[in-house]
């Protein structure tokens, strides 16, 4: 019962302890990391914004350039010069050299013949009226086409300029190197997992990711989510991996320049940190829970064990404030009872008194007579001594102070028993401390307690046994116990045992005084008369008593 | 050979009359009274070699302050106590107020004879031995 008290108790204070520490702990946590997170993942979005721009920027220049160079030859030569293949093919070397990425270049005059060609494809007469760049160059002026298959049956782009000469129009076209544009538009790629590639408005890619998809396929971003303004979003792919993309459209082209970023390689670090939090957190809560089950375990523990000394220290002062108004009442009822016991006593001596004159003599009833009062007084007696005994064996009832020598009082007990021991096959073994010092109380008392302890010690035993006698010194106090071989004394009883008029001997043998006396007599010189016992494992008393300095004479 | 003047006063008259009925038959004369203030009035016009007094005399004069008086009056005076509860520290005190030893009732008449004796021996006077002698002898007898 009380057992269960401290034990939901203990309970309550782990559970509420935990809940107070852990309720902070876990909250600040997760803020922690969310702002953590946000911040980091703002960061990482910026940066892919930043380099998607500046990826845009680096092909925007790239096309330019480009279209730069395509515009200035075209605006230097004539149309008869540049039908020249030769020379052609000479202008086609500086380009590379000056600009690079230039696959092939042709003239293609305004009814989409094209008149000239240089490059590693048979191009030359084919028609490119009815190829839908052809128009946009004639109309505009300057064109950069979308990725096509084209007569040569290969995704590439063109870059074509037009040029009005004596009212005529011919083109002047080159044909860009997808691999050399690929690789450029790569450039911009963040980290081992992350890719840059660009796609049409039709959101088919225009040059070749580093990892999955080809040209002229669709990409994985759909361009009409992205504005005017570098955007950034994240999507879950097919294979349930965070994709970070960010796109912005380039100047020169309405291409999409993408760039995309594994959320995991890029929030690695992040995820690192969330992880050694996560850790560092189990750990502590691993700690806490330890240490608050422990301290409470302890606290608990204290408590239990005041708890129990507390309940001690009430029995013991129970039994003596027991013991004290038993005393009181012992001491008036004694008083109330040796009144007419004493005029009994008298009464009956008078009697003896008057039998022994002659007339009384001569009666037939005579030894009748004087049985009877003999018996009185036996019994009157009986009475005297239950009476006594109940006030202490001897006439004195407080201790008188002197000096005591515990041993010589164990043994002369012993030597006092040792005769009728031996002749009940009791054997009295003791174990007396050499250093045992003199203490200040009564010695007569003293040696009352232990001839009354062995006494029942023998008694319980009966026959075939053994008493041991061990007294040992401590800092502050003698310590003397007697241990019995005995049947023990059962737990029932054992709270009763120091109780006056409380006995197990049949009447008349016992008066029950015994343990009660030796309980005061100790209490009165300051120490414990305690017992232990098991049913069965016999009984030990013990005595504790105060080393106190006998008085200096 | 002149008899030893004794007082027993008891406020338990059977006890009182059956004690002295005793000791008259043993030849040892005695006064008694049953309260403390009979007892000042008859140590007042008697010289008592021994005073047996009841301490505990409910109403008027108790044996401890009767004890107190009858050692102003006659300090040669032995008084042997009487008490019928052993409470130590009434004893105690009837010690220090000059007693001579104290009884515990119920008391057996060897006892008393006994103390008699040791209190009459202890006032020294070839008489006083001689009584003393005298009731040891009775004791024996008994």
Known sequence: ?553 | MQEPNILVVDDEGDFLETLMNRLKKRKIATAGCSSGEEALRLVKETPFDVVVLDIKMPGGMDGIQALREIKKIRPEAEVILLTGHASLETSMEGMQLGAYDYLLKPIKLEDLLEKLAQALERKGTAAHRAQSDAIRHLVKKT
Do not use: C
Not at chain 1, 105 to 110: F, K, P, R, V
């Open chain 1, 1 to 553: 019962m009380i057992r269960n008290i401290y034990s939901k108790l203990q309970w309550k204070i782990i559970v509420l302890t935990l809940l107070v520490t852990f309720t902070p702990l876990l909250l600040l946590g997760v803020i922690i990391y969310r702002q953590f997170a946000d911040m980091y993942t703002e960061k990482i979005k910026e940066q892919i914004r930043f380099r998607a721009e500046s990826r845009a920027d680096a092909v925007d220049l790239f096309l330019t350039e480009r279209t730069a160079i395509l515009g200035v030859i075209a605006d230097t030569d004539s149309l008869l010069a540049m039908n020249e293949e030769a020379d052609l093919a000479h202008k086609l070397t500086i380009m590379n050299q000056r600009a690079g990425a230039f696959v092939d270049l042709g003239i293609i005059d305004q009814n989409g013949q094209q008149t000239a060609y240089v490059g590693p494809y048979n191009l030359k007469g084919k028609n490119y009226y009815e190829q839908p760049w052809f128009g946009q160059v004639m109309s505009k002026g300057v064109y950069i086409s979308d990725v096509y298959l084209g007569f040569r049956q290969a995704p590439h782009f063109i870059i074509a300029v037009r040029r009005q000469e004596q009212q005529k129009n011919w083109i002047l076209r080159a044909t860009i190197d997808p691999d050399i544009f690929s690789r450029i538009v790569q450039l911009g790629h963040i980290g081992k997992t992350g890719d840059a590639f660009l796609v049409n408005r039709e959101g088919l890619l225009q040059t070749k990711p580093r990892f999955t998809g080809n040209i002229l396929e669709p990409g994985p971003v759909n361009p009409v989510h992205f504005g005017k303004q570098t955007m950034s979003f994240e999507q879950t792919g097919s294979d349930q991996r965070q994709t970070l993309f960010a796109g912005t459209w380039l100047k020169a082209k309405d291409w999409l320049l993408v760039i995309s970023g594994d959320v995991e390689a890029d929030m690695a670090e992040l995820f690192a940190t969330r992880n050694m939090q996560i850790l560092i957190i189990g750990l502590g809560i691993i700690a806490i829970v330890a240490t608050t089950v422990f301290t409470t375990r302890m606290m608990v523990n204290q408590l239990v064990q005041t708890g129990t000394r507390m309940k001690e220290m009430d029995a013991q002062l129970v039994q003596s404030d027991k013991l004290a108004a038993l005393g009181k009442m012992a001491a008036g009822v004694a008083h109330e009872i040796n009144n007419p016991l004493a005029v009994i006593l008298q009464k009956t001596g008078w009697l003896q008194d008057l039998l022994e004159e002659e007339e009384f003599q001569k009666s037939a009833n005579s030894e009748e007579f004087k049985n009877s009062v003999k018996k009185i007084e036996e019994h009157v007696e009986r009475a005297r001594k239950v009476v006594h005994n109940m006030l202490g064996y001897a006439r004195r009832m407080e201790p008188r102070l002197e000096d005591v020598d515990v041993n010589q009082t164990i043994n002369q007990t012993v030597d006092l028993l040792e005769n009728f021991a031996r002749g009940n096959n009791i054997d009295i073994q003791t174990d007396l401390a050499g250093n045992l010092p003199i203490i200040a109380g009564d010695q007569a008392q003293l040696q009352q307690v232990v001839l009354n302890l062995m006494n029942n010690a023998i008694d319980a035993i009966g026959k075939d046994g053994t008493i041991s006698v061990k007294s040992t010194a401590g800092k502050s106090e003698i310590r003397l116990t007697i241990a019995d071989s005995g049947p023990g004394i059962p737990e029932s009883l054992q709270k009763k045992i120091f109780d006056p008029f409380f006995t197990t001997k049949s009447t008349g043998k016992g008066t029950g005084l015994g343990l009660w006396i030796s309980y005061s007599i100790i209490e009165k010189m300051g120490g414990t008369l305690s017992l232990q016992s098991r049913e069965g494992e016999g009984a030990t008393f013990t005595i504790t008593l105060p080393i106190v300095q006998p008085a200096k004479k």
